[in-house]
């Protein structure tokens, strides 16, 4: 492990010397993350991008990227850029990226089952904003909104995302 490291703990998630508090996927930490399970995958996980609503909120780094109006990320098995981002019209399963609500108005991805995916492996694990603290996500990593907007700007290129096989159930 390196200072830059995230380490999700029982605790909440270990970065930069603090504790954030944090919520999990719904099925809990599992090694054999599935799509669809909610379940927020074991592993050692790089951090590969960084979007944000730029209608919403500064930049929070300088290579974050704006989330456009018709970005979707492709949760469907079937199709060949599952667990990629899309643009609409979409035909296929998917989510989309510019909500309402503002889960995601800031996101870091993963590259959990990324770039080249196993289908049915599970898609799209990121770090966002939490709905409220202790309410959990579909297996990504929730946090308080002001404590995502501290931690996206200490985010260096070799911060990753451990989540230890001893929180497995």
């Known amino acids: 492990m390196t200072r830059f490291d995230m380490v999700l703990t029982r605790q909440g998630l ?3 010397g603090r504790l954030w508090p944090c919520s999990i996927g719904r099925g809990g930490v599992r090694a054999d993350k599935r799509e669809g399970d909610g379940a927020t ?3 050692v996980h790089r951090l590969v991008g960084m979007l944000y609503r730029a209608d919403r909120m500064a930049r929070p780094a ?3 990227v704006p989330i ?3 970005d979707l990320w492709s949760d469907d098995v079937s199709q060949k850029d599952y667990n990629l981002m899309v643009r609409a019209p979409y035909g296929h399963s998917h989510e989309c990226l510019r909500r309402a609500d503002p889960l995601y108005d800031l996101v870091i991805i993963t590259d959990w089952n990324w770039p080249l995916a196993q289908r049915g492996r599970g898609s799209a694990i990121f770090i966002h904003q ?3 603290p202790g309410y959990p996500t579909a297996g990504c990593i929730g946090l308080d909104r002001a404590d995502l907007h501290r931690i996206a700007p200490m985010i260096h290129y070799q911060t990753r995302l451990i989540v230890p096989e001893t929180l497995a159930r």
Do not use: K
Request: net charge positive.
């Open 14 to 16: 270990r970065f930069m």
């Open 41 to 43: 995958p074991v592993g």
């Open 62 to 64: 300088d290579w974050a």
């Open 68 to 70: 456009r109006p018709r």
């Open 130 to 132: 939490w709905r409220r």
